[in-house]
């Protein structure tokens, strides 16, 4: 009798086990990604004020000027490219940092120059 028990216990409870198991190596199989964005620069600002990615990810950004050149650079970073209006810049990076770094236009575009700024949000990996 006691053997029996002992097997039912053992079934009841070994589809959990598996399914625990499964779960953790889900989340160790995932590792980064890659992150497309594509930013329209105008005087005044950028259409997309703010990027999400995980540490670890790959960001690849288009920058397209629609209006005059336009810069993006991301703070504390060698990150940095110019657009200029039909011809976009494209630069891709790691986010290998946690945390918000602002991003900025690097060329005088005009009166609202001082305005161009966005930014990047990393949080840790499955992380909000």
Not at 95 to 118: I, K, N, V
């Amino acid at each position: 009798m006691t053997r029996k028990i002992f097997q039912l216990i053992f079934v009841l409870l070994l589809p959990g086990a598996a399914a625990a198991r499964l779960s953790a190596t889900a989340s160790e199989v995932a590792g980064p990604k890659r992150v497309d964005v594509v930013i329209d620069a105008r005087m005044g600002g950028y259409l997309t004020q703010v990027i999400r990615a995980s540490r670890g990810d790959t960001v690849h950004v288009t920058l397209r000027a629609m209006d005059s050149a336009h810069g993006f650079r991301v703070q504390g970073t060698d990150i940095e490219v110019t657009a200029y209006p039909g011809i976009p810049a494209e630069v891709t990076f790691v986010a290998d940092w946690l945390g918000g770094r602002e991003w900025y236009c690097t060329f005088d575009c005009g009166p609202t120059h001082g305005q161009m700024s966005g930014m990047i949000v990393v949080t840790p990996v499955g992380g909000d």
